[in-house]
């Protein structure tokens, strides 16, 4: 292999000597394992599925190395990897509960247009604010996993509508809309949550 | 207009009541909602932004609305616990690629 200079440019991407893939590993890629993880085990809600699946992303990436572009974003390109594993080998053996058909929920949510513009719930901010980590982690948990990931990718992880819309393969529009839909949800959830745990008892 | 709308933009029943009376009910909500999200979300075009300002203070059901989203959006950023991957599992990976 011929010696590359030591800054490579936007053009050079294809020819990484082993050096050099180590170095984009570490430097590009390692830092984002924790919300890899994150992530993993949001989707899988499973420890050993998300060990499996964040190792299985990280040496896929590793094998394709040659076509991250370097400077570009390492963390959207990591995340699409794993969303796409995820889909293929772990979904049909995930252990969720209440298995959804995606399809069918967006097919209902869709239908329901009109009953949407009535959506109002009447949980109060309040009662968000009183409610402890684990009690929003379960509303979470409790949305199909579709709607769970926009909210991980847009909410907990931060990324932009652009981002999601290439880690998820759909275009911005579909992004927002599913996004919506998915709080809507987790709303109801948060709602059913308040109601069961007696929060809401009424104002003053 | 190019300011942008951030976590720190007041939004709250002061700033115009003496000139345009507060709405009780809203008849788009399920855009302003969708609008909402946007902005909260740092996805908002410009046009929406502008909607948004022109808006949100003078509807009450809005201002509701935008608390209750804002909220969520933190607890879910804040309260919701981020799960570390466990160091064995970074070193796997280390190893495996190594070899």
Known sequence: MTTMPEIMSDTQLQGYTDEQKYQVFNKEFMPHIDSMYNFAFRLTMDEDDANDLVQDTYLKAFRFISSFEQGTNAKAWLFRILKNSFINDYRKKSKEPAKVDYQDVETTYNSDEAAETEHTT???FETVQDMIGDEVASALNSLPVDFR???????????????????????IGTVRSRLHRARNLLKDKLKEYAASMGYNKNDE | MSGTLNSSTTVGMEGRQATAPM????????DCLKRIQAILDGGATDEEKEHFKQHIEICKPCIDMYHLEKCIKEALQGK????????????????????
């Open chain 1, 122 to 124: 009447d949980l109060r």
């Open chain 2, 23 to 30: 709405k009780e009910s809203c008849e788009h909500q399920a």
């Open chain 1, 149 to 171: 990931t926009v909210i991980i990718l847009c909410d907990i992880e931060g990324f932009t509508y652009e981002e999601m819309a290439k880690i998820l393969d759909i275009p």
């Open chain 2, 80 to 99: 919701v616990e981020k799960k570390c991957c466990p160091e064995k599992i970074a070193a796997a990976i280390r190893t495996e690629i190594t070899k």
